[in-house]
Structure formats: C-alpha cells, structure tokens
C-alpha cells in the first residue's frame, strides 16, 4: 500500500528579508514528498520535469527513499519556475514570476506499481492535472487530500470546483478560503467549502496555525512561535505532507487522527520554513520531530 503524492517539481527563485536564491529544487509536489517521507516510508511522487533539472537535483527527492518513477522527464523541456517575494511579516508574498514550461502540457502517468496507492496527495497544481490523476488511478483511495492556491482560482475555478468534489479533506490558507466561498468570516467559509465536496476542510493561517473543520467539530492547531521564519516557501506543502503522512502511517480516519495529523503536519511545516528552500528537510532527523511535537503539545496544554 502506498501514499502517492502530485504536484509541481519545480526551480524556485526566492527573496526574503533575510537573503535571496538563484534557481534552488522546490515544487509543491517535492516539500510534500520530502516532508511524508518522514512518517511512511512508501512515499510515490507523480510529476513533471525538463531536461534542465538534473540527476543531482532528483537526488534531493530519491535521498529520502521517495519513488520517482512517475516523474516524467521531458527532453528539451525547461521545469516549471517560480519566483516570489516575501513581505517584512513573511506572512505574504508576491509571486513574481510563474513558468508554467513543462506544466503546460503535463499529462500525469500513473506507473502500475502506483496503482497499489490508498492515500493521495493531489498537491498544487492545475485543477485538471489533478482530476487526471484522480481518474487515472483503478481503485478510488481511501483518502484523497487536495491542495491547491489562489493562483488556481483565479484562472481555472470551474475546474477546481469540479475536482473538489471527489476529494476528503481540501488545505488551503486564509486568504483562498475567502476567495473559493467569498464569505470573509472563516466559519461561514468552512461550510460554505463543505458543501462544495470535502468532508474536511483545513485553513492554514501561517504564524497563526491552522484550523480543521469537518464532522460538525472544530479544531485549532497552533503554530510554533519561531524566533527566526528564514523562507515560508513550502510550508504550506509540507503541512500537507506530514499531514497525510501521518494518517497513511495510522491508517484509520477519523476526527481524532485528522487533529494529531494537523500537528504533525505543523510539525513538519515549522521545520520547513528555517532555511531556504528543502535545505532543513534535507538534514532532519526523527528525533528533531519528535522533540518539536513535544513543544507543540506543551505549547497548546492547559487546564481549566
Ligand atoms: P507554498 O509556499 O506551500 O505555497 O508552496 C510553494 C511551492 O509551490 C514552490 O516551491 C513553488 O514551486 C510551488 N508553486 C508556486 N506556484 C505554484 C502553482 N501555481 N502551482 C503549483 N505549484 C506552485
């Protein structure tokens, strides 16, 4: 049994207050893979790449044992870029550039040794890429988890409304909840979102946690106050990642997994966002998770 994850594989370009990149590896689909590696260990990626990616660079992704074999690598083909600004709160950024380039015309191969798959991570990117993928997979998951961006939104929202309903639990931030309901009270955009298709909806709010709804309940996960958020590029990717990645690990769904899944995908998130691009989840440890999940509880334990 496996958790396949799709999304972008990508050369990222980034500026924070702290520093600036050339073109380092990033890609939704790479921090998600990157970041379930650490809690399942049959970790399949489904995704797109140039030529001009590079054996060193697919390295990054097979170091941490995750399965490349549905990446597609087009010859002649530049890999998707993304540039982005982040604001002195690090909270918001402007994408500066988006080259779509390989994306363009990606048509998802789902390998046969894939097929064996029962969670699925359809992470940022087109909303049809991601109904493919869907449809292209024999045997419906047992858990589909869909992340998507405004970006998306913004130009394809039909699509995005008709992928979101076959999928469980739908992660996006604040700010597209209340461009996908247009309701700007998060509880009204919760059930407006619920009755779009997702059982579960997530709002991520970056420095302030996230919020999971779904089942009638609510629940608030905090974020690690971090002295220092060096790049936020991936957090949201790798929330998603540990998210599912702990759930594929305890295999059963229900509301009280789904809440210990949110810390863990906080977990994996607040690793992320110390250092530019993958480079923290390149070095992470299990015993680093496990001390932080233990700051995570202290942090939001209280008796009344
Ligand atoms: P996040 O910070 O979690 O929103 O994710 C940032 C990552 O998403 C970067 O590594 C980008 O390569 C990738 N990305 C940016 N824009 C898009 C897009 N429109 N579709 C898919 N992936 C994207």
Redesign the pocket.
Known sequence: MSLVVM??V?F?AIETPFGKTDKIV???GT?AALSASFLYDQVKLVGVIGEDFGDDNLQIITSKGVDVEGIQIIEGGKS?F?AGKYHNDMNSRD?IT?ELNVLENFDPIIPESYQDCEFLLLG??TPQVQMTTLNRLKNKPKLVVLDT?N??MDIAMDDLKAVLKHVDVLTINDGEARQLSGEYSLVKAAAVILEMGPKYLIIKKGEHGALLFGEGQIFSAPALPLAEVFD??????AFAGGFIGYLAKVKTINFTNMKNAVVYGSALASFCVEKFGTERLQTLTHEEIEARLKAFVSLAKFDI
């Open positions: 999304g972008t990508a990222d990033g890609g939704a921090f998707f993304w994408t988006t940022n990117a961006m970006f998306w936020p590029t991936g957090a949201g990717d």
